[in-house]
């Protein structure tokens, strides 16, 4: 098992930039592919970034590419979410997740991943 824990959110301007770190604790994360899913009020939870156990291979949702970069420290055990350039549409409750793997790839469902921190908010005003 392992337990995630999210911090980094505030509140932040349009243009600024915020990194989210998501602390994992109990097994070691090197075996798990991690994403990180956003939600806004009133909407369905849905992926920002995803990354392979390894961190070599990386997926960005078409309204994040190019602003922000998922990272990973196995040895630290903790997730990374890097975001620039921040727009009013990113503010939502942003969650980091875990899944066990072998495969060597990334999920992007949120129904593929067990393990899921609560979550830290993010609010860019305009």
């Known amino acids: 098992q392992v337990q995630l824990v999210e911090s980094g959110g505030g509140l932040v301007q349009a243009g600024g930039s915020l990194r989210l770190s998501c602390a994992a604790s109990?097994?070691?994360?090197?075996?798990?592919?991690m994403g990180w899913f956003r939600q806004a009020p009133g909407k369905e939870r849905v992926v920002v970034a995803a990354?392979?156990?390894?961190?070599?291979?990386?997926y960005y949702a078409d309204s994040v590419k190019g602003r922000f970069t998922i990272s990973r420290d196995n040895a630290k055990k903790t997730l990374y979410l890097q975001m620039n350039s921040l727009k009013p549409e990113d503010t939502a409750v942003y969650y980091c997740?875990?899944?066990?793997?072998?495969?060597?790839?990334?999920?992007?469902?949120?129904?593929?991943?067990?393990?899921w921190g609560q979550g830290t908010q993010v609010t860019v005003s305009s």
């Open positions: 997740a875990a899944e066990w793997d072998y495969s060597g790839r990334y999920y992007t469902n949120t129904y593929e991943y067990s393990y």
């Open positions: 109990g097994r070691t994360i090197s075996s798990y592919a």
């Open positions: 990354i392979n156990l390894s961190g070599t291979s990386t």
